[in-house]
Each structure stands twice: as C-alpha cells, then as structure tokens.
C-alpha cells in the first residue's frame, strides 16, 4: 500500500529562485495538504487542494501556490525564495468523506528545503 | 487564533518508565485532537486521534485524553522503550467548515516534545 510520496527528498536553492515541490496522495484520497514545518517547530498549515481547487489557505503569502491535479498529485510552488523559507515542507493526504473532522491525514516524508 | 502549547519541550527518562506528556490548546470549538510522532528529518504519523465527542483513545502503551472544556489533552506512555525516542506533536482540528458538506480544516500543531528514552 504505497503511502504519501514526495520528491525531491532534499534541494538547495538560493534566494529568489523559485521551487516546485511535487506530491502523490495515498492510494484511495483525494484531498491534499501541504505544511512547512520550520526547525524546531511544529508543521504550518498553508493550503488545501480538492476536486483541483484550494479549498483553504493559511497565513502565507501570495508567494506560495499550489496545483491538484486530476489523479489528486499536488505540486507546491514557492516563488522568489527568501531565506526564511528553508524547512521541512510536509504533504498530508485524506480522503474527503463529508464530515468535518473524520477524516485521518497521512503524512509524506517530506522535502527539505535549503536556500542560501 | 488557536494556540496549542506543549509542556515539556523536551524530556529524558530512563526506559521502563510510564510518562506523560501535555497539550493544550486555546480555543475549544474543536472536531478534534490528534497526536503523532516525528523521527528526525522525517514526517509524521499519526499515533491516535480523539473525536471532540469522545474522552480518551488506547492503543497499546498510548493512551490520549482529551478534556475539550478545558483545553487540554495528555498523551500516555507505559513502559517506556527506547524505540519511543522521537518528537511527539499535539495538534487540533477546528470547527470552521470550508466549503458545504463539511471536509478538512487546517491542523494547527504544538511544538512539539521532544522525547530520549535512556536504554
């Protein structure tokens, strides 16, 4: 059972490159989430995609977009990167059942990113 | 804005023991709370999670409580191992539904404990 994939596992980037992360749901969900988690603190919600739409977004700039597509893969997009944006970003998938709060995330293992 | 905070930050005991770890959180209107386990450098998973209807969630040595009305909920562990090395967040769902029908709002996570079982 093939469970939240991410890629890449690790990149260094410098600052106002852009960067985009790429995520494969586990087998069966639908809806995506996408975290950053900075060193030494808890994950940050940014955004959540399903049916290909952000359905929620958390306190991060306009910098930071996203994309579902059709097979619910989810890509991640930072644009001109700046130096506080080096963290752990965290991909959690689920499966949307109509009821607020049921719903378990599964979480990938993330993509560690660095900007010099 | 909810908050969640969890004491301690870090804690380091030897194996065998049975121990406690807090969370608490500022706003109640909750779905409900989850706990998980974060390796170093890697992603988390999910150790339990409690309803906002329910009180408490086993599983093996873990047990979670959750007292919604005041906030705060206690993770379990007996007999420690030293294979329960790891950092362990608390983090709650809210009750803000984002589009008809319901579906997921955002988590928002503790920093975390960070936990050494000493062999």
């Known amino acids: 059972d093939a469970g939240v994939t991410q890629s890449p596992t690790h990149l260094i980037k410098t600052r106002g490159q852009q960067v985009t992360l790429r995520c494969s749901p586990k087998?069966?969900?639908?809806?995506v989430s996408w975290y950053q988690q900075a060193l030494g603190q808890g994950p940050q919600f940014i955004f959540q995609?399903?049916?290909?739409?952000?359905?929620q977004r958390g306190n991060f700039p306009d910098r930071f977009s996203g994309h579902q597509f059709p097979n619910y893969s989810s890509e991640l997009n930072v644009n001109a990167l700046l130096l506080g944006d080096s963290a752990l970003y965290l991909c959690?998938?689920?499966?949307?059942?109509?009821?607020?709060?049921?719903?378990?995330?599964?979480f990938g293992a993330g993509s560690r990113l660095t900007v010099l | 804005k909810q908050e969640v905070t969890q004491i301690p930050a870090a804690l380091s005991v030897p194996e065998g023991e049975n121990l406690v770890l807090n969370c608490s959180f500022t706003d109640s209107a909750i779905y409900n709370l989850q706990w998980f386990r974060q390796d170093p450098g890697k992603g988390l998973t999910s150790l339990l999670l409690i309803q906002s209807s329910q009180r408490e969630q086993t599983s093996g040595r873990l047990n979670a409580s959750l007292d919604k009305s005041s906030g705060r909920s206690t993770l379990y562990i007996a007999a420690s191992q030293p294979g329960d090395s790891a950092t362990y967040l608390c983090?709650?769902?809210?009750?803000?539904?984002?589009?008809?029908?319901?579906?997921?709002?955002?988590?928002?996570f503790g920093k975390g404990t960070h936990l050494i079982i000493q062999p």
């Open positions: 087998s069966g969900h639908d809806t």
């Open positions: 959690a998938s689920s499966l949307f059942t109509g009821s607020s709060g049921a719903n378990v995330l599964t």
């Open positions: 995609y399903y049916e290909e739409e952000e359905r």
């Open positions: 983090a709650v769902r809210g009750t803000k539904h984002m589009y008809s029908g319901g579906g997921a709002d955002g988590l928002t």
